[in-house]
């Protein structure tokens, strides 16, 4: 298995669409867990942590699952400024701080 | 809203000559991170730095590398001989506490 796993998509949807993405990771022990966004040839830019409960920001939910090592975003009512890279962020070994980065599911929202 | 701060943006430079690029971390921050990213694969980590030494650093930061932190405000990258796949975008990274990380805008390094 891949240490951080991500569909390299692209998912294309419409303005308004709910679309989920999912990401594995390797290591059952691994405690730190995120979402980032990278725009085209920029930074990635925190997006979530994502906690054993779950959370949710405005139009954006997160889940984590231990038993199958997976986790998710959800983003509903899909703007056309949610187009970019969502980056699978994983702190895989707790005894390290380097945090391994998935390749990225790309989003393209189309009006 | 602070933020990290990296020159050059784009640096262009022969193969085998030296590169050093800059950092200057969020002010209160205490952990420092040098990440790269080769056009169109992924964010990779390179080195981390707390307590003026590195404490973390993976399989791509060779003896080609080091970093530094001059001051009490720039963190540095330095490449000792350039090589065509040193070609990236190199990212500097800060945290308070380890955890969440902030990227600086990059700096596109293109070894000709």
């Known amino acids: 298995r891949k240490e951080v796993e991500q569909d390299p998509g692209p998912f294309n949807v419409p303005e308004g669409a709910t679309v989920a993405f999912n990401c594995t990771y390797s290591?059952?022990?691994?405690?730190?867990f995120f979402w980032y966004r990278q725009d085209c040839r920029k930074e990635p830019k925190l997006l979530m942590s994502?906690?054993?409960s779950g959370n949710e920001d405005g139009r954006f939910t997160a889940q984590l699952n231990r038993a199958s090592q997976y986790i998710s975003l959800l983003i509903r009512d899909s703007k056309l400024s949610d187009s970019a890279t969502y980056l699978c962020?994983?702190?895989?070994?707790?005894?390290?701080?380097?945090?391994?980065f998935g390749s990225g599911t790309r989003l393209q929202v189309q009006p | 809203e602070p933020e990290v701060t990296q020159t050059p943006s784009h640096q262009v430079t022969q193969m085998g000559q030296e590169v050093i690029l800059r950092c200057v971390p969020i002010?209160?921050?205490?952990?420092f991170y040098w990440y790269r990213q080769i056009l169109g694969q992924k964010v990779e980590f390179l080195v981390s730095?707390?307590?003026?030494?590195?404490?973390?650093k993976s399989e791509i930061f060779d003896d080609q590398f080091s970093v530094e932190r001059p001051d009490g405000s720039n963190f540095t990258l330095k490449i000792r001989s350039t090589k065509l796949e040193d070609s990236a975008m190199y990212f500097c990274?800060?945290?308070?506490?380890?955890?969440?990380?902030?990227f600086g805008s990059g700096t596109q390094l293109s070894v000709l």
């Open positions: 990274a800060s945290s308070a506490q380890g955890e969440t990380l902030f």
């Open positions: 290591n059952s022990a691994s405690q730190s």
């Open positions: 994502v906690y054993s």
């Open positions: 962020v994983v702190n895989l070994d707790t005894g390290r701080r380097a945090l391994t």
């Open positions: 002010s209160n921050h205490l952990y």
């Open positions: 730095f707390y307590n003026n030494e590195i404490s973390e």
